[in-house]
């Protein structure tokens, strides 16, 4: 069975601050998908970045990074510089393959920054 | 990437009744899923709709609740019947194709029932 764990469940910070949101998953799976999205208040998923159980080689989009740690099982998400607009919750997600569209998600992380 | 269109986006209905959902995709996609928000809580998948088959359900979803069609490769729709306030969620559909490594989301359908 596969599980995500958000153990964060709120986190406030001010405007400028660095933030990281963790994402511990298991899986019996070889090969699997990890995915972060974003849900701001208007409800919709948005997809911010997805990442191969084979290739551990960590990202930065802009303001954002991710370190995936296969040792550790966790895929953490990193906010440099926030800002208000990234007010949202975040959801970390694990799929097998070669099924990207099923996933399970962790129970997400409610992000609040204050100007 | 594909787009995902969702109708309603929002509906408000009376207990007792039912709602389908629809769910039309700009591209054929292999796999099609249906999933549950509940209110302030995760993304739960209620089922994987099959082409041309039965949907599989998961754990806690039945059929006669949430019945699901897939026509084609490229439409589906869920229907919650016999609402309750309890299913008060979001509701999303959501695609993918075996051996592609994309996951897409429609905008959801906030339903609200009274």
Request: aromatic content about 20%; charged content about 30%.
């Given at each position: 069975a596969q599980k995500v764990t958000q153990a964060q469940t709120e986190i406030s910070v001010v405007e400028k601050?660095?933030?990281?949101?963790?994402?511990?998953?298991?899986?019996?799976?070889?090969?699997?998908?990890?995915?972060?999205?974003k849900q701001p208040p208007s409800g919709e998923l948005v997809f911010l970045i997805r990442r191969n159980s084979f290739d551990e080689q960590n990202e930065i989009s802009g303001r954002y990074s991710w370190n995936f740690q296969k040792s550790t099982s966790s895929f953490n998400f990193t906010i440099t510089a926030s800002q208000v607009v990234d007010s949202a919750v975040y959801f970390c997600a694990l799929s097998a393959f070669p099924n990207a569209g099923k996933s399970t998600f962790g129970?997400?992380?409610t992000l609040t920054v204050k100007p | 990437s594909a787009v995902i269109s969702q109708k309603p986006s929002r509906d408000i209905c009376?207990?007792?009744t039912s709602l389908t959902i629809q769910c039309q995709v700009d591209s054929q996609v292999t796999m099609m899923f249906w999933y549950r928000q509940q209110p302030g809580q995760s993304l739960t998948l209620i089922a994987t709709a099959n082409q041309g088959s039965e949907a599989t359900?998961?754990?806690?979803?039945v059929i006669?609740?949430?019945?699901?069609?897939?026509?084609n490769l490229t439409f589906s729709t869920l229907t919650v019947s016999?609402?309750?306030p309890e299913d008060s969620s979001i509701y999303l559909c959501s695609v993918g194709a075996t051996g592609r490594t994309e996951a897409f989301f429609g905008q959801g359908t906030r339903l609200t029932v009274v």
């Open positions: 601050e660095d933030v990281t949101l963790d994402c511990v998953y298991e899986t019996r799976d070889t090969t699997y998908y990890l995915f972060w999205y129970d997400g992380t | 009376q207990r007792g359900y998961e754990s806690g979803f006669d609740k949430f019945p699901i069609s897939r026509p016999n609402m309750s």
